[in-house]
T-cell receptor, first 113, second 109 residues
Framework: DGGITQSPKYLFRKEGQNVTLSCEQNLNHDAMYWYRQDPGQGLRLIYY???????QKGDIAEGYSVSREKKESFPLTVTSAQKNPTAFYLC????????????FGDGTRLSIL | RKEVEQDPGPFNVPEGATVAFNCTYSNSASQSFFWYRQDCRKEPKLLMSVYSSGNEDGRFTAQLNRASQYISLLIRDSKLSDSATYLC??????????FGQGTELSVKP
């Protein structure tokens, strides 16, 4: 059953700690994305990757880092430099054809302890 | 001006009502348009792609007006299960999806 798996579903971060959110897809999609959603707000793009070993900053990349060592995986690290990390984080992927809709994982909810 | 702007909502309608959402986009070169549905505390799910000729899927109709740069979503015979936030989404020239802030719909018995 193809899809996008995000883990964990809930995550708590202590002050000064880095945490990593996992995103795995078995849809054979080339492009993968990370978004952040705050209550009552739209989705904002953090990072995206069109191909393995390459990624670009989105609109709000500061305080975050990513890697794309495998096509299936696009982990997001929320670093201690991100001072307001509490949000709903969504990973998405899309096929290589242009202008295709993105498909989302079920999200990770990150909170500060 | 935001790249994608939606009706602010919330829309509170009775079951069986017809409701329409509008969305405007600022980049006239935008090529692809979508409506997503997002339930509370869940991920967005693709509802419809919006084609230039307009398209219909059961009770849902999407239309695109390129000249006026707006997209609409019409829901007929609203069900309780239609209660959700509806996101208007546009591909910009750089190949990135731009999301509207969403319009909340609440269908009451």
């Amino acid at each position: 059953d193809g899809g996008i798996t995000q883990s964990p579903k809930y995550l708590f971060r202590k002050e000064g700690q880095n945490v990593t959110l996992s995103c795995e897809q078995n849809l054979n999609h080339d492009a993968m994305y990370w978004y952040r959603q705050d209550p009552g707000q739209g989705l904002r793009l953090i990072y995206y990757s069109q191909i393995v070993n390459d990624f670009q900053k989105g609109d709000i990349a500061e305080g975050y880092s990513v890697s794309r060592e495998k096509k299936e995986s696009f982990p997001l690290t929320v670093t201690s430099a991100q001072k307001n990390p509490t949000a709903f984080y969504l990973c998405a992927s899309s096929p290589p054809q242009i202008n295709q809709p993105q498909h989302f994982g079920d999200g990770t909810r990150l909170s500060i302890l | 001006r935001k790249e994608v702007e939606q009706d602010p909502g919330p829309f509170n309608v009775p079951e069986g009502a017809t409701v329409a959402f509008n969305c405007t986009y600022s980049n006239s070169a935008s090529q692809s348009f979508f409506w997503y549905r997002q339930d509370c505390r869940k991920e967005p799910k693709l509802l419809m792609s919006v084609y230039s000729s307009g398209n219909e899927d059961g009770r849902f109709t999407a239309q695109l007006n390129r000249a006026s740069q707006y997209i609409s979503l019409l829901i007929r015979d609203s069900k309780l299960s239609d209660s959700a936030t509806y996101l208007c989404v546009v591909y910009n020239q750089g190949g990135k999806l731009i999301f509207g802030q969403g319009t909340e719909l609440s269908v009451k018995p």
